[in-house]
């Protein structure tokens, strides 16, 4: 299973998909300590989550991103122009919140070249972000999915 997250000042929009690509659930949740800790308790009382994807991890996504690497989950950050592109795919009316979480989890679940933005081993360092603040990613280490590595 893979979960995608939609990130935004007040709340997370969540989707949980399978190994195809159908939905699962869907939840928001608030943005957080405490919904941080319960969309990672939801997450894992939907089964064995291979990855998480989050868009926005640089900004509104830095908690939940920090809580559920804390936790030992695989996460990677979905650059924007690719849930756009994937929600186009989508062909469903208007933009929503949980349909972006379910572009993002697909986008995910899709990429599997993609710099992980953290590691377990490397947690102090990972989750920290740049100096710009706009992405946690070390330079010229780690990328996000849908984006170029600098090396």
Known sequence: MVIG???HRENLAACAINELGG???????PNTTIGHRSLLSWAKGLGSV???GIEGGGQYGRGVAKTLVRA????VEVTPALTARE???????GKSDLGDALAI???????????????????????SYSPT??????SGRLSPIGSTATS
């Open 5 to 7: 997250i939609d990130s």
């Open 23 to 29: 939905k699962l659930a869907e939840a928001v949740f």
């Open 50 to 52: 291979r990855r998480i």
């Open 72 to 75: 030992g989950e695989d996460v």
């Open 87 to 93: 929600r186009n795919r989508l062909r469903r009316p």
């Open 105 to 127: 989890a697909r986008v995910a679940a899709r990429e599997v070249d993609c710099g992980l933005p953290c590691q377990r081993a490397a947690m102090p360092t990972c989750a």
């Open 133 to 138: 603040g706009s992405s946690w990613f070390e």
